[in-house]
Antibody, heavy 118, light 112 residues
C-alpha cells in the first residue's frame, strides 16, 4: 500500500526550529516529486516546497530562506527543516506525492501539527 | 487572499448537480493544463479528485468532472450524495520565478 506518515510536529517558541519527517512506503521518494503543503487553523491550503526526483528544490516566497526540503533515500523519508518560526507558521503540515510533476498530488500523509507560541 | 478565486460556499440537494468555479490568470489556469481539484473532509487530509483539468484518478467516482475555459476552471459534481459534503480546493501550476503552485481559498459544499 502506498502511504505517507508525517511526524516531528509540536509546540515551539517563535524563532525556534523543527524538523518534520515524512516516511514513505509502497514507493520510493527518490523516484517521485515530493511536496510539502500546510493548512493554518480554519484556513485553506498553502503550497510550501517541492523536491524533484533529480534533487532540484523550489520554495514558496513565504518560506524561502527559512525552510529546507530534503530527503534520505536510504530511509525512504522526506524532510522539511523549518526555522526562524513565526506565529503565522502555526499549521498542519502535509507531505504529498506528485508522480509525474503534473502538480496533481495523489498521495497525502495524515499531517503533523506545528504550533508556534510563546 | 488566495491566488485562485473560488466561491466560499455552494449547496445542492441530493441528486442535483453543482459546479464550483476557480478563477486565475493567464500565468496559471489559463496558460497550463496543470489544474487539480481536492476534496477535504473535516479533520482529514485532502484527496485528489481531478488532475490535468479533466482526469480522474483511479477510484474517484465518475460523478466528478473537471473543465476549463480561459482563466477559469470548474469542478462539477453530478448526482449529489450526502458524503460529497466537504471543502473543495482547486490548484494550479503558476509560471513564476522560479516556480509556484497556487491554491484557491476553498469552497464549502453543503448537501441540503
Amino acid at each position: 500500500e502506498v502511504q505517507l506518515v508525517e511526524s516531528g510536529g509540536g509546540l515551539v517558541q517563535p524563532g525556534g526550529s523543527l524538523r518534520l519527517s515524512c516516511a514513505a512506503s509502497g514507493f520510493t521518494v527518490g523516484s517521485d516529486f515530493m511536496h510539502w503543503v500546510r493548512q493554518a487553523p480554519g484556513k485553506g491550503l498553502e503550497w510550501l516546497s517541492v523536491i524533484y526526483s533529480g534533487g532540484r528544490t523550489y520554495y514558496a516566497d513565504s518560506v524561502r530562506g527559512r525552510f529546507t526540503i530534503s530527503r534520505d533515500t536510504s530511509k525512504n523519508t522526506l524532510y522539511l527543516q523549518i526555522s526562524s518560526l513565526r506565529t503565522e507558521d502555526t499549521a498542519v503540515y502535509y507531505c504529498a506525492r506528485d508522480p509525474e510533476l503534473r502538480y496533481g498530488l495523489d498521495v497525502w500523509g495524515q499531517g503533523t501539527t506545528v504550533t508556534v507560541s510563546s | 487572499q488566495s491566488a485562485l478565486n473560488q466561491p466560499a460556499s455552494v449547496s445542492g440537494s441530493p441528486g442535483q448537480s453543482i459546479t464550483i468555479s476557480c478563477t486565475g490568470t493567464s500565468s496559471d489556469i489559463g496558460g497550463y493544463n496543470y489544474v487539480s481539484w481536492y476534496q477535504q473532509h473535516p479533520g482529514k487530509a485532502p484527496k485528489l479528485m481531478i488532475y490535468d483539468v479533466t482526469n480522474r484518478p483511479s477510484g474517484v467516482s465518475h460523478r466528478f468532472s473537471g473543465s476549463k475555459s480561459g482563466n477559469t476552471a470548474s469542478l462539477t459534481i453530478s448526482g449529489l450524495q450526502a458524503e460529497d459534503e466537504a471543502d473543495y480546493y482547486c490548484s494550479s501550476y503558476r509560471n513564476s520565478s522560479p516556480l509556484d503552485v497556487v491554491f484557491g481559498g476553498g469552497t464549502k459544499l453543503t448537501v441540503l
